[in-house]
């Protein structure tokens, strides 16, 4: 799509909120998102908060990463763990709380649910090393306009010259054979909850 660049600027407080809305708006029909908040408009504040408290405490060495149209809007947005920030200190998880508890307050079964996956995804993240890629989304409306390629290519001239792999988890099934276009590769899904949806995993080889 013309007219777009990748920017990697350090985002101001409300360069994040903009970003944090460009994620809500991508998660709406996320099928883990709607497990957790089936109603939508408890989901779309949620959402919000959610990434919100994510992103304002991302911990030392996360980068956050946006694509803008031509007048400087955030319309896609990644953040990645390097290798090493993974798990984050105990100070940025501590930080973390107050927003996951508000996010997610409204509907109790939210939380409960919601941690039974962070606690597996803790649990089984990968130990060995490499890159961990928290978030990629694009604005829904012009999403399959290269705007995740721009983001993952990007990071790719980063992490290649190092030689290093890419771990990252989706709760979206159609999104397996995007991530596959890059080279990931599934790997055992987590299902933390018996009626909701797996976690799916996947990891793309050192180049």
Same mark, same amino acid.
């Given at each position: 799509?013309?007219?777009? *660049?990748?920017?990697?600027?350090?985002?101001? *407080? =409300?360069?994040? =909120?903009?970003?944090?809305?460009?994620?809500?708006?991508?998660?709406?029909d996320?099928?883990?998102?709607?497990?957790?908040?089936?109603?939508? =408009?408890?989901?779309?504040?949620?959402?919000?908060?959610?990434?919100?408290n994510q992103l304002l405490h991302f911990g030392k060495g996360g980068r956050i990463i946006t694509v803008r149209n031509e007048s400087d809007v955030i319309v896609g947005v990644s953040a990645w763990l390097p290798n090493g920030c993974y798990p984050q200190s105990a100070l940025t998880q501590?930080?973390?709380?107050?927003?996951?508890? *508000?996010?997610?307050?409204?509907?109790?079964?939210?939380?409960?649910?919601?941690? =039974?996956?962070?606690?597996?995804?803790?649990k089984k993240h990968p130990k060995d090393p490499h890159w961990y890629l928290f978030l990629l989304v694009a604005e829904p409306e012009i999403q399959r306009s290269g705007i995740g390629t721009m983001l993952m290519q990007h990071a790719f001239n980063e992490i290649d010259p190092q030689g290093l792999p890419v771990y990252l988890e989706t709760q979206n099934e159609d999104n397996?054979?995007?991530y596959q276009r890059f080279g990931f590769e599934p790997r055992e899904p987590l299902t933390p909850v018996q009626d909701g949806p797996p976690l799916l995993r996947m990891w793309r080889n050192a180049r």
């Open positions: 799509m013309a007219n777009l *660049r990748v920017d990697e600027r350090a985002l101001s *407080r =409300k360069e994040i =909120k903009d970003a944090c809305w460009v994620a809500q708006r991508a998660f709406m996320d099928p883990f998102f709607c497990h957790l908040s089936p109603g939508p =408009k408890l989901r779309k504040r949620g959402l919000y908060l959610f990434f919100l501590i930080a973390q709380i107050p927003g996951v508890l *508000r996010s997610m307050y409204r509907r109790p079964l939210a939380l409960v649910d919601g941690t =039974k996956y962070l606690n597996e995804m803790a397996i054979a995007y």
